[in-house]
């Protein structure tokens, strides 16, 4: 399996060959420069991929699931506007679902937060700022937005969460090792819905349920319109194909809170 490791440990040999074919009889400077292309290419991809494994084992998939389980998860709220709405939803559907919380969308609405919970949701850390230059972070600033989150999710529940969703699905060697000072547990997706782009509602929701298996976990976002109007349909969908919606401590059998 290629993961940063590997691929580095990889790229170290090849680059010793090189060098010494270098040193005997000069070959092209070209070849170093395919070498790093190739390694970085690899390292760019398997840090936003979260199926790759490639820095962190993430939970993206279940296959002992109980049969026609799966599991929806929302990210970046609470939201005032959305997240009542999704709520509502699940409600009436009878359907459990994780909800990844941004630290200081908590700390805005502890309200709708302490309701997710009163629900019978899951709710995990969604990092505190979401800050679009996460992934630049020092391994300190990342143990630190984290940390934040849990102690703000530990004072509105008394909960200390242990699963983790990162920002964008960016992972790297310095979110790896917070991830690991603090030992949680890292969820990705296999069924991602792109519901925060341009995407019609139609391909959204075609997007989800193709070849939908027990086991599989949904990406979805409580931050908009679309995603709540994507949310009926999948609900409707799963109910007339006899799926249930339940929680990623429940899809896996492990445990949300420490
Ligand atoms: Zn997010």
Request: hydrophobic fraction near 45%; glycine fraction near 4%; charge should be positive.
């Amino acid at each position: 399996m290629l993961n940063f490791k590997s691929v580095n440990l990889i790229s170290i040999v090849i680059f010793l060959g090189l060098l010494i074919a270098f040193l005997i009889n000069p070959i092209s400077i070209w070849w170093f420069v395919l070498l790093f292309f190739s390694w970085f290419t690899l390292t760019a991809f398997g840090s936003g991929l979260v199926s790759w494994h490639y820095h962190i084992k993430i939970l993206n998939a279940n296959k002992n699931a109980n049969i026609n389980n799966i599991a929806i998860t929302f990210d970046d709220g609470p939201n005032p506007e959305f997240t009542p709405q999704v709520l509502a939803l699940l409600k009436q559907y009878k359907a459990k679902a994780t909800f990844f919380c941004i630290g200081k969308h908590i700390e805005a609405h502890p309200k709708l937060f302490k309701q997710i919970l009163a629900e019978g949701h899951t709710i995990g850390n969604h990092t505190y700022s979401h800050a679009n230059t996460f992934g630049f972070f020092k391994t300190e600033k990342v143990q630190a937005e984290l940390l934040k989150t849990n102690t703000i999710i530990k004072q509105f529940s008394g909960l200390q969460p242990k699963l983790f969703r990162p920002a964008f699905g960016v992972t790297n060697p310095r979110i790896r090792q917070a991830v690991n000072n603090l030992n949680l547990t890292t969820i990705g997706w296999n069924k991602r819905s792109l519901d925060t782009t341009n995407l019609s509602d139609l391909s959204i929701l075609k997007r989800v349920t193709k070849n939908i298996n027990s086991g599989d976990i949904i990406l979805l976002h409580d931050t908009s319109d679309k995603s709540v109007r994507v949310l009926e349909q999948l609900l409707l969908f799963l109910h007339d194909n006899k799926f249930q919606s339940v929680a990623i401590d429940t899809l896996f059998k492990i445990k949300a809170y420490a």
